[in-house]
């Protein structure tokens, strides 16, 4: 056991000024009149203890924040805890959500099971339906209007200014995860949108080494969703903080080198006999080119198309299962985002507890692959999966 208090604090002068963010391990911090005002003011400004706030979380969310060209960011737990933090933050008693019925798996457990056992209403509309998105909304006041950006794994876009206004109109909040498009292609901010939620655990981190969460927009909003972060104790472990700081270093190249390959991928995937369809927003029968060219960023004339692909082999899903499995560079493994590229088929992994029918009713095909596109040299990828293709006919 030590006596007396910890030294190293003292080692802490304006002369060590390190170049990368350290990690605030401390979870408690020495208390000055500064700390006292805040403590009896929320506790929403200054550090003093880790629930509350922690640099290491701080600097994290900064380049968050930036990203999205945000007024203000907060880190949380994973990217349920962001969804779930800013819902309980929104909504009060009796309240009603209009949601795309094209979300993540755990989001719509959340909204068609939990949401409703704890008195708020939920009603589910076809994300690309703009006349259903209106109709939902008119037909009661309606609080949260919630949408992914890019629905997983059909990839289709969402129209977020048209969703915008007819949100605004009615009064409503709209929240957009942007976790498959990424800042790089899409700002929803930009767009209309009230707070931008991520499972920061994806493209933001970049490594498939960290589980965290974001939280982005208005400023005050953000301040609300702060203070529910500290009652429902949803805040970032401060390594993983680090770790989403360190890939956001690199997210731009990543995510420049990423969208190249995807777009690689689906031309030539797309040129296939025995593919039966390729949903990527770079190719010409792109359902929502439209939107794609209203929404998407760009560098000149090429839109930031982003870095998923979702492909359907003929031969249904035991195909699919077979290619998926004689692939050699790429990962048959959940989660999307990483340097490394990760394949999954919806069937048994993120959709399986649909029947097939409703899987065929939300567009997701018999014989469907995602695939999240690492950053290994394209032409390495894509031999890959052309072997593979070949070798499982
Ligand atoms: C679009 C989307 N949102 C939210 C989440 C939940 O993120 P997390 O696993 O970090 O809680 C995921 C996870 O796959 C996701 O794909």
Redesign the pocket.
Not at 78 to 81: A, L, Q
């Given at each position: 056991m030590r006596s007396g208090r910890p030294a190293q604090s003292e080692r802490f002068t304006p002369r060590t000024r390190p170049v990368v963010p350290p990690i605030h391990h401390s979870v408690t911090y020495f208390l000055d009149d500064v700390a006292y005002k805040d403590v009896q003011a929320g506790g929403l400004d200054e550090v003093w203890y880790g629930r509350f706030r922690n640099p290491t979380v701080d600097v994290a969310a900064d380049e968050v924040r930036r990203a999205e060209d945000a007024e203000a960011a907060f880190m949380t737990s994973?990217?349920?805890?962001a969804?779930a933090t800013t819902l309980m933050t929104l909504l009060r008693q009796g309240d009603r959500v209009v949601a795309a019925r094209q979300v993540?798996g755990?989001?719509r457990v959340l909204l068609v099971r939990d949401l409703p056992a704890w008195g708020f209403d939920v009603e589910q509309v076809d994300a690309a339906d703009l006349e259903a998105w209106k109709h939902a909304i008119a037909s009661g006041p309606t609080r949260v209007v919630y949408v992914?950006t890019l629905a997983?794994p059909q990839l289709e876009l969402a129209d977020l200014p048209a969703i915008a206004v007819v949100a605004h109109d009615a009064g409503a909040l709209l929240v957009v995860?942007n976790?498959?498009a990424t800042p790089y292609s899409v700002q929803p901010l930009t767009h209309g949108a009230d707070l931008v939620v991520h499972?920061a655990?994806?493209f933001l981190n970049g490594h498939s080494d960290a589980?965290?969460?974001v939280v982005a927009g208005n400023a005050d909003l953000v301040r609300e969703v702060q203070r529910r972060v500290i009652t429902l104790g949803t805040c970032l472990d401060p390594h993983a903080a680090y770790l989403v700081w360190r890939g956001m270093q690199t997210f731009e190249l990543r995510m420049a080198r990423s969208n190249e390959t995807a777009r690689a991928l689906a031309d030539v995937l797309s040129r296939r006999d025995d593919v039966v369809g390729v949903r990527h927003p770079s190719l010409p029968d792109y359902e929502r080119a439209e939107v794609a060219v209203r929404v998407l960023r760009r560098d000149g004339a090429e839109l930031r198309t982003g870095a998923m692909v979702s492909f359907t082999v003929s031969g249904g899903d035991d195909r699919a299962l077979r290619v998926m499995r004689s692939l050699e560079v790429a990962c048959e493994a959940t989660?999307?985002g990483g340097v490394e590229t990760l394949v999954s088929t919806p069937f048994n992994s993120s959709h399986f507890s649909l029947t097939p029918a409703e899987r065929r009713a939300a567009r997701i095909d018999d014989g469907m692959i995602r695939v999240s596109c690492g950053v290994e040299p394209s032409d390495v990828l894509i031999a890959d999966f052309s072997r593979a293709l070949d070798q499982e006919p």
């Open positions: 994973s990217g349920m805890g969804i993540y755990d989001t992914e997983n995860d976790t498959f499972s655990t994806k589980i965290a969460g989660s999307l």
